[in-house]
Every structure is written in C-alpha cells, then in structure tokens.
C-alpha cells in the first residue's frame, strides 16, 4: 500500500461506482505516517503539526463534493486508532460529517473488512461478499441506536438509509425499502435534501427489483427533481437516474416516455453505452 494525496479521483474512476451502496476504503493511514514527527520541540504532541497531511487537507476542501457527487454511497473508513486522531484533529471539517465510530478488534478489521477495500495505491477495486454485508448491517444498527439515544435525527436518517443499502446489496429488497423509507421519512421532516436524493434513488432500485415499476418510476421522479433543483454538478448520477426511469417506464410497456428519458440521459451523456443501448431497443419494440 503507497502513500495517496487523493482519493475523490479514485472514487470517481471506479467503472461501476453507481452500483454500489458501501465503500470500505482500508490503508489510508499510509498516507499520514511521513507525517508523524514528536511535535513541536519535540514535545511528544505527534499530532500537533504546523503542517495539514496532503491527504487530509484534500478530504477537507472535497467535503462537498463527496457529498454532491456520491450521494449514493457509503463511505466506511478502516483505520487504525493514531489515523483517527488525526482526522478529528486535521481534518475536523470532514471529520464532522461522520456518521459514527465505532472499535473492534484487529483480528476482525484484518479479516472481515479485506474483501470490500479499495486500496491507496493500487488500481483493483473489490466488491464484498455477503458475509461483508451482513457485518456491516451489524456496525450500521449499532450507529442507529447510539443515534437515537443521543437525539441525533440526521445521523439516525443515515444509518436507516445506509440499512437499506446494505440489505439492498443482499438482495433483501423488502427489508431494505422498509429502512429506506424510514430514512427518507426523517431526511425530509429534517430538510436533508441530499439525503432525500439518495434515498429516493435507492429506493427507486429496491422497488425496480420487486417489480413495484410504478413506486419504482415514481421514486425516480423525485429524485430527479430533486437533483435539478440543488443542480449538482454530477452528470453521470443524473443520467444513470434516467436511465433507470427508462427501464421502469419500458417495463411497463411505456415505451414512448422511456425513450424520452433514454434521450434525457444521452443528452447529458452523449457516449452512455447503457443509455444507448437500452433507447435503441424501446425504439425497436416500437417499430422505429
């Protein structure tokens, strides 16, 4: 594992980013050891520097756009106890956007979390097991408890969402639109937009796969709304969004207005294979 100075380039080059729900991201803590020195004078306060490690001045200034541009995903960083410490002393912008933290043995943080990494410095990207999952929906009810206890509604919103996500990747499609609807329920009484968007999306996928089209299509719609309304620069989500509309919508045998949708998504996405692809046969089912 090398040393990185930045991880939104990593993130935004995975192929199949807007298929995936939770993102274990493992050995980052190599890009803040050149960093560790005895403080000033040599006082002992290791993470008392005048200098911000690259890494984390980076995580800083992108806080919105991880946010803007991966509102769909779930960041879950495996870090030794020192990395930590410097996050919420330098990187305390980021820091503050955490949904939790939580401590587990080492034995556990090796095995458990190595199948679903994307590793600093090398260009592999795994996708976990089921076993990886379930785990994680272990950590994610531990958060929401912790979160209701202390009242923190946006948190909580989070980790319901961030459930359903993880019961989605198992294919626990009911289970998962339960908790994503409870989170959404809460992200909009709260006015969390971008939580709402998400969701939504989220939500429109889990319904896809049970056939709800319509909820599914429905739940679409609103997040595209949404997404035009905050007018996030993130091309790639909104198109897949139509895309997934359009799939709905020639499902149902909708043709004409999944094509619009198709045409929507090519628009923003000229060389979209998928938005082609899938335009060119509703155009074919109608004869054209």
Same mark, same amino acid.
């Given at each position: ?22 993102? +274990? ?9 050149? !960093? ?18 690259? @890494? ?25 106890? +020192?990395?930590?410490?410097?996050? @919420?002393?330098?990187?305390?912008? +980021?820091?503050?956007? %955490?949904?939790? &933290?939580?401590?587990? #043995?080492? *034995?556990?943080?090796?095995?458990? +979390? %190595?199948?679903? &990494? ?10 976990? #097991?089921? /076993? ?6 272990? !950590? ?11 009242? *923190? ?5 989070? #980790?319901? #969402?961030?459930?359903?996500?993880? !019961? ?58 949404? %997404?035009? $309304?905050? $007018? ?12 997934? /509309? ?12 999944? @094509? ?29």
């Amino acid at each position: 594992t090398e040393p990185i100075d930045n991880l939104y380039d990593r993130v935004e080059n995975i192929l199949d980013r807007d298929q995936l729900s939770i993102l +274990f991201i493992q050995g980052l803590e190599k890009s803040l050891e050149p !960093y560790i020195k005895p403080g000033y004078g040599g006082e002992g306060d290791y993470y008392n520097l005048d200098t911000v490690p690259t @890494i984390l001045s980076h995580l800083n200034q992108r806080r919105e756009l991880f946010r803007d541009h991966f509102p769909t995903l779930c960041f879950v960083f495996v870090l030794p106890a +020192f990395a930590i410490k410097y996050f @919420i002393r330098r990187a305390p912008d +980021f820091f503050d956007w %955490s949904a939790g &933290v939580f401590k587990f #043995s080492v *034995d556990i943080g090796a095995n458990g +979390f %190595s199948e679903n &990494v994307i590793q600093p410095g090398q260009d592999k990207i795994k996708v976990g #097991s089921g /076993r990886t999952a379930e785990r994680g929906i272990d !950590y994610f009810k531990q958060a929401l408890q912790r979160q209701r206890e202390i009242g *923190d509604r946006k948190g909580e919103a989070d #980790s319901l #969402s961030s459930l359903g996500n993880a !019961y989605r990747s198992l294919g626990q499609y009911r289970e998962a639109i339960d908790y994503l609807r409870q989170g959404l329920q809460i992200q909009h009484e709260i006015g969390d937009r971008y939580g709402e968007l998400a969701s939504l999306s989220s939500l429109g996928g889990a319904l896809y796969c049970l056939k709800q089209y319509e909820r599914s299509i429905a739940s679409y719609d609103k997040a595209i709304k949404i %997404s035009q $309304e905050l $007018e996030l620069d993130k091309a790639a989500l909104l198109s897949q969004m139509l895309i997934n /509309r359009g799939n709905a919508l020639k499902s149902i045998g909708r043709l004409e207005a999944s @094509i619009k949708s198709y045409e929507q998504a090519i628009e923003i996405e000229p060389n979209s294979a998928q938005a082609l692809v899938q335009c060119g046969d509703a155009l074919n089912q109608l004869g054209l």
